[in-house]
């Protein structure tokens, strides 16, 4: 069974920053591109950041240069640091691969970035 779990959403002023972490277990981390996705309510799900399994790595246009996504193959965890936080960063975050033939989400770690 596939499990990814985030933490480190939290309460943060503008300008400030997260590290939001994504523990994964039940695949073999190192085989598969993994994803940041977040989602505000009754919005659609917006898709942040991609790493595959070879590092390569691609942004939305909204966090380039402000968003930093990385993965470490021995501890199984992908992490997305978030500098220069703006109010529009406010979501529920989630990780995602894509593995057997189907989607895995995580349930997500809530960001609110408010003074």
């Known amino acids: 069974q596939v499990h990814l779990v985030e933490s480190g959403g939290d309460l943060v002023q503008p300008g400030g920053s997260l590290r939001l972490s994504c523990t994964a277990s039940g695949i073999n981390f190192r085989l598969y591109a993994m994803k940041w996705y977040r989602q505000v309510p009754g919005n659609e799900r917006e898709l942040v950041a991609t790493?595959?399994?070879?590092?390569?790595?691609n942004y939305t246009d909204s966090v380039k240069g402000r968003f930093t996504i990385s993965r470490d193959n021995v501890r199984n965890r992908l992490t997305l640091q978030m500098n220069s936080l703006k109010p529009e960063d406010t979501a529920v975050y989630s990780c995602?691969?894509?593995?057997?033939?189907?989607?895995?989400w995580g349930r997500g770690t809530q960001v609110t970035v408010s003074s």
């Open positions: 995602h691969t894509f593995a057997f033939g189907r989607n895995f």
């Open positions: 790493i595959s399994s070879t590092g390569a790595t």
